[in-house]
């Protein structure tokens, strides 16, 4: 099925400026066709406009264009006929599940259809042998991993059948050998004659399957459209523009590089960790040690126990053998708010840690939690802030009505306000464009009262090639190599034990 | 035969009908009965006792405290009405909630003639309990790691005062994101075009002799007890 876009406009309710303005695209059947842009650059948008939600579930805003399914228009459809043709993949799988067995799952849609029971089964197993996850079908859903999941996910909605897939953002939390796989599941169904649209952060990663058409997205606007290759050359021109950030970025590292490296601040020896309600362990002997100066890229599949070590970082799990020191002193002495001084521990999701009123009340939660006074706490706040780049918005802001990409940098800004020498960041990237997540790697590397030593759990191969002067690849729960990064990522042995090649 | 055999329907008419004994029955014999007979069908249940322990501790927590407010305020024969009340309803409740598989949760609500919609309101809510314990959990450990402690201070009213507030920075993120997520959810829903007809529930339910059986002896049993408590006025 071909999907014809003309003339697309779209304003939000209480909006002056469109988030999308004049867009004409055209996504033909079989073919791969890769969505980019910065966050608000009206990616989702577009998406709820294909798949109709706008105006059918948005019918406040302004819309004008035209859509239609090879050639007819979608004007009068409803969304239940919709279904039939699109299939919409959400960025968060959990979100979209609405069974608790994979099977029901799986059924859901078939079931809001009206279908024939005999039917219904027949499409389940058909949809999840396609994708692989027929022997899934009995399980609960929120025990699956997380490909295992997506791939579910998208067995639902290829068991209504449809021509057409809408996928937001289908990597964003898949390590790389099952984001690599689930591109391989992309490709093979476009092959099948399924029209692909993807919306994606990691275009490096979606390249790797030449999607036969590349737009990106500036303002609401296409800024380029063109085949992979024209779109390799576009980034690759793009990045030359950039490339001074990452030059300040060395210039800090070689400055760090050369104190010599004495200052041990945070060390694991031997560390054994298991969950009490599992009976395998998460952590199996690990040794690592922080040095000033370093940034370190923690890597591993899923599972792999990165999480779990960075946990036992700050006290929130203690290792069951082994131990944690902070430079001279056991952390097993100290409570986890004493820890927090010395590592602080950014999450992924920033929606998990704010609630406060005000910028000001939520970035001095830490400090008052941790017992400092006013007077440093006012101070830190305005360090921290200048050194997510947020230093122009006032304190008395809410923090829910920020972008998602300045809620992220908040929740930085929140844990720096503690002045921990050791910071780890989950998943920096995550949510992030391109150019915002680097911007604040850069910055945090940079800026003065930055933290000495910086580790990033992280999928995102690109990231720790560019910034990471160490790579810590974990798997089932052991170091399997930690050393430069072009030694430990370049090193096709090495990435193969541990579960990433 | 286990307690699961049985169709869900008529676990849940046995259910219904049990608790409103439960409540109906005055005379503290009857109650003595009911009680033993919950703890009975919880054993025949098979719970694991590891899964309901901390429940129960719980419960004898609760009852101690409602006798001792009985005690002081009203009679002692309502003091261990109360009290046989409370673990009647806790034991049949434990039986019955802990061997109920939510996936047919909403299928048989719907089976007993609610519409489609409050059916499945009610597996997306067994469905999201998970989700929810987990982004719980999450929160917790980032709060944590911003040096916050839930354990509290000063064991003063003011200590007491100040725990309601601390769980602020737990709850709120909690509450902004399942709102904030409902709406995805909606959407994902309507996309795979639910609320859009009559839908099709692919798990059958049939009803065996057990089951006739268990919904006859479930009205028995409450016609009982409504029959003794008028009969003893």
């Known amino acids: 099925m071909s999907i014809d876009i003309t003339d697309l406009r779209y304003t939000y309710p209480n909006r002056d400026v469109p988030a999308l303005r004049d867009v004409s695209l055209t996504f033909r059947a079989g073919d791969v066709a890769l969505i980019a842009g910065k966050s608000g650059s009206g990616k989702t948008t577009l998406i709820r406009c294909i798949n109709g939600l706008i105006p059918r579930s948005y019918q406040q805003g302004t819309l004008s264009g035209q859509i239609r399914y090879s050639g007819e228009s979608t004007s009068a459809l409803s969304l239940a006929q919709i279904a039939r043709h699109i299939g919409t993949v959400m960025q968060d799988p959990d979100k979209q599940i609405v069974a608790t067995r994979a099977f029901n799952e799986i059924a859901f849609g078939p079931e809001n259809l009206g279908l024939p029971r005999d039917e219904i089964v027949a499409r389940v197993h058909s949809a999840a042998k396609q994708m692989r996850v027929d022997h899934l079908l009995e399980r609960e859903t929120h025990t699956l991993s997380g490909g295992e999941q997506q791939r579910m996910v998208i067995a639902a909605v290829l068991a209504m059948q449809p021509q057409a897939l809408l996928l937001d953002e289908p990597l964003a939390s898949l390590d790389p050998p099952s984001a690599r796989e689930a591109l391989a599941h992309f490709r093979r169904l476009a092959d099948e004659g399924i029209t692909i649209v993807m919306v994606e952060h990691r275009v490096r990663d979606a390249l790797r399957i030449e999607p036969e058409q590349c737009v990106v997205l500036a303002d609401g606007a296409i800024a380029f459209q063109g085949d992979a290759a024209a779109y390799r050359t576009w980034l690759d021109d793009r990045r030359q523009i950039d490339n001074e950030r990452p030059i300040a970025n060395r210039q800090w590292m070689a400055l760090r590089g050369a104190t010599p490296i004495a200052n041990l601040l945070l060390s694991f020896h031997d560390a054994h960790f298991t969950y009490p309600s599992s009976p395998h362990p998460q952590l199996n002997g690990v040794s690592l040690n922080v040095h000033a100066g370093d940034v370190i890229a923690l890597i591993g599949p899923n599972g792999a126990g990165k999480s779990t070590l960075c946990k036992l970082a700050i006290g929130i799990n203690r290792p069951s053998a082994g131990g944690v020191r902070l430079g001279e002193r056991d952390a097993k002495d100290m409570t986890v708010a004493q820890i927090v001084r010395e590592v602080g521990y950014v999450f992924q999701n920033p929606a998990a840690m704010l609630f406060a009123n005000t910028l000001r009340d939520e970035l001095s939660f830490g400090p008052r939690n941790t017992g400092m006074s006013v007077a440093e706490s006012e101070r830190n706040i305005a360090q921290a802030m200048a050194i997510v780049g947020l230093e122009d918005i006032p304190l008395d802001r809410s923090p829910f009505g920020l972008s998602f990409g300045q809620q992220k940098r908040v929740a930085v800004a929140s844990v720096l306000t503690m002045q921990p020498k050791v910071l780890i960041l989950d998943e920096p990237t995550a949510g992030l464009d391109d150019g915002t997540a680097e911007d604040l790697l850069t910055r945090l590397l940079n800026s003065d009262g930055a933290p000495q030593a910086v580790i990033m759990v992280t999928h995102d191969l690109a990231l720790a090639r560019h910034f990471a002067n160490r790579v810590v690849l974990m798997r089932e729960g052991a170091i399997v190599a930690d050393g430069a990064p072009q030694d430990v990522l370049e090193n096709g042995d090495v990435m193969t034990r541990g579960g990433l090649a | ?233």
């Open chain 2, 1 to 233: 035969m286990t307690l699961q055999s049985f169709d869900p329907r008529a676990r849940l008419i046995f259910y219904a009908c049990f608790t409103t004994a439960v409540l109906v029955a005055a005379d503290l014999r009857a109650l003595a009965g009911l009680a033993l007979f919950a703890i009975a069908v919880l054993i025949f249940a098979r719970v694991a006792w590891e899964r309901i322990k901390g429940v129960w501790v719980g419960v004898v927590v609760f009852i101690a405290l409602i006798t001792i407010i009985n005690l002081l305020f009203r009679t002692p024969l309502e003091a261990v009405q109360q009290a046989l009340r409370a673990v009647a309803m806790a034991a049949i409740s434990l039986a019955i909630i802990y061997t109920f598989d939510p996936a047919v949760l909403g299928v048989a609500f719907r089976r007993m003639g609610f519409p489609d919609k409050f059916a499945f309101l009610l597996d997306l809510t067994a469905r999201f309990v998970p989700t929810l314990a987990r982004d719980f959990r999450v929160t917790i450990d980032a709060q944590k790691a911003r040096g916050y402690e839930l354990e509290l201070r000063e064991r003063s009213l003011k200590g007491y005062l100040t725990v309601g507030r601390r769980f602020v920075p737990l709850i709120v993120p909690v509450v902004v994101r399942a709102v904030l997520d409902a709406e995805d959810r909606a959407n994902a829903m309507e996309l795979r075009a639910f609320g859009t007809g009559p839908r099709t529930w692919l798990q059958e339910l049939r009803f065996q002799g057990r089951d006739y059986a268990l919904i006859a002896f479930s009205f028995a049993l409450l016609a009982g007890i409504i029959a003794l408590r008028i009969w003893m006025g």
